[in-house]
C-alpha cells in the first residue's frame, strides 16, 4: 500500500507509523521553474525516503505544506507566504493533531527560509514531550535559488515544468555578499529575475543524481540520526549505520 497519507481511509491509517511531513513553498524561482518548486521536492524526498523505511517500520507521508515563510520573494507575482510565525504556529499545532495518533514525525524541508520557523516551532514540540525533529533536503549547497542545483532536480523529477528557453543566469554572488541586501531589500533587489545562481548546464542526469544524494542523506538521518539543539536531525557519525555504504544506492 502506498504510504500517501490522503490516499487512506482511517481504518488504514497505522496508529503508531512514523508520519513524515512535506515542508515546501510557494514563491518565485526564476523565469524557467514553477513556483511550487520547493514543495515538488521536499514531497517526492519524503516519499522516497518513506520506500525505504517501509521495510523496516511503519510510514506514511503527508501532503506537502506549501505556504510558508518566503517573504524575501515578495518582490515578485505568484509567491504566497504566510511568514515566520504563523508557519511555526501551523507546525505546532500540526503535530500536536498527529501526536494523537503517531508517536513521531519527522517535517522534511525544502525551503531556506522556513528553517527559522522551524527551529521555533520544533523546540516547543520537544519542550512539550513530541518526538519531533526535521531534516533538510540541502539544495542550497551547490547554488543558492532557482540555479543548476534545483533546475537539474527539478527536469528530472517534473521536466514538463522546466522552460528551459527562459533560463539565465541570476546573481551568481555567494549567500554572505548577498545577504546584507537580501536582508534589506530581498531577492529582487539582489537579483531581478530570482535567480541567486546559474542554471547554464543543467539536466536530468545531474538533477537524478542530485535526488538520490539528498534522499539518502535524509533517510540516514531519519533511520539513525539525533535532533541537535534546533530540532534538525544530524547524520551518524561514519561508519556507523546509516552511513551512505550501507544506505540503498538507487534510491531516487
Same mark, same amino acid.
Given at each position: 500500500?502506498?504510504?500517501?497519507?490522503?490516499?487512506?481511509?482511517?481504518?488504514?491509517?497505522?496508529? /503508531?507509523?512514523? =508520519?513524515?511531513?512535506?515542508?515546501?513553498?510557494?514563491?518565485?524561482?526564476?523565469?524557467? !521553474?514553477?513556483?511550487?518548486?520547493?514543495?515538488?521536492?521536499?514531497?517526492?524526498?519524503?516519499?522516497?525516503?518513506?520506500?525505504?523505511?517501509?521495510?523496516?517500520?511503519?510510514?506514511?507521508?503527508?501532503?506537502?505544506?506549501?505556504?510558508?515563510?518566503?517573504?524575501?520573494?515578495?518582490?515578485?507575482?505568484?509567491?504566497?507566504? %504566510?511568514?515566520?510565525?504563523?508557519?511555526?504556529?501551523? !507546525?505546532?499545532?500540526?503535530?500536536?493533531?498527529?501526536? !494523537?495518533?503517531?508517536?513521531?514525525?519527522?517535517?522534511?524541508?525544502?525551503?531556506?527560509?522556513?528553517?527559522?520557523?522551524?527551529?521555533?516551532?520544533?523546540?516547543? &514540540?520537544?519542550?512539550?514531550?513530541?518526538?519531533?525533529?526535521?531534516?533538510?533536503?540541502?539544495?542550497?549547497?551547490?547554488?543558492?535559488?532557482?540555479?543548476?542545483?534545483?533546475?537539474?532536480?527539478? &527536469?528530472? &523529477?517534473?521536466?514538463?515544468?522546466?522552460?528551459?528557453?527562459?533560463?539565465?543566469?541570476?546573481?551568481?554572488?555567494?549567500?554572505?555578499?548577498?545577504?546584507?541586501?537580501?536582508?534589506?531589500?530581498?531577492?529582487?533587489?539582489?537579483?531581478?529575475?530570482?535567480?541567486?545562481?546559474?542554471?547554464?548546464?543543467?539536466?536530468?542526469?545531474?538533477?537524478?543524481?542530485?535526488?538520490?544524494? %539528498?534522499?539518502?542523506?535524509? =533517510?540516514?538521518?531519519?533511520?539513525?540520526?539525533?535532533?541537535?539543539?534546533?530540532?534538525?536531525?544530524?547524520?551518524?557519525?561514519? /561508519?556507523?549505520?546509516?552511513?551512505?555504504?550501507?544506505?540503498?544506492?538507487?534510491?531516487?
Amino acid at each position: 500500500m502506498s504510504p500517501a497519507l490522503t490516499a487512506r481511509p482511517w481504518p488504514d491509517v497505522t496508529p /503508531g507509523a512514523l =508520519l513524515l511531513v512535506p515542508v515546501g513553498s510557494l514563491e518565485q524561482h526564476g523565469p524557467h !521553474l514553477p513556483l511550487d518548486t520547493d514543495s515538488v521536492i521536499a514531497a517526492e524526498v519524503a516519499g522516497r525516503v518513506a520506500a525505504h523505511l517501509l521495510g523496516d517500520e511503519q510510514v506514511l507521508v503527508a501532503p506537502p505544506l506549501t505556504y510558508a515563510a518566503s517573504g524575501e520573494h515578495h518582490g515578485f507575482p505568484g509567491t504566497l507566504s %504566510i511568514g515566520t510565525d504563523a508557519l511555526a504556529h501551523l !507546525l505546532v499545532e500540526l503535530v500536536r493533531s498527529a501526536q !494523537l495518533w503517531t508517536p513521531r514525525v519527522v517535517l522534511v524541508n525544502a525551503h531556506g527560509g522556513n528553517v527559522f520557523a522551524l527551529e521555533k516551532a520544533v523546540a516547543q &514540540l520537544r519542550e512539550e514531550g513530541h518526538d519531533t525533529a526535521w531534516a533538510a533536503c540541502a539544495t542550497e549547497e551547490v547554488d543558492l535559488h532557482a540555479g543548476r542545483t534545483e533546475t537539474s532536480m527539478m &527536469l528530472y &523529477l517534473r521536466p514538463s515544468a522546466v522552460d528551459l528557453r527562459r533560463a539565465e543566469p541570476g546573481n551568481t554572488a555567494s549567500l554572505p555578499d548577498l545577504l546584507p541586501t537580501l536582508m534589506t531589500g530581498g531577492v529582487r533587489a539582489a537579483s531581478p529575475n530570482g535567480v541567486l545562481g546559474d542554471p547554464t548546464g543543467a539536466s536530468a542526469e545531474e538533477g537524478r543524481t542530485l535526488t538520490a544524494e %539528498i534522499v539518502r542523506d535524509v =533517510l540516514r538521518r531519519v533511520r539513525h540520526g539525533a535532533p541537535d539543539h534546533r530540532g534538525l536531525l544530524q547524520a551518524p557519525a561514519p /561508519g556507523r549505520a546509516g552511513t551512505p555504504e550501507s544506505a540503498p544506492s538507487s534510491t531516487a
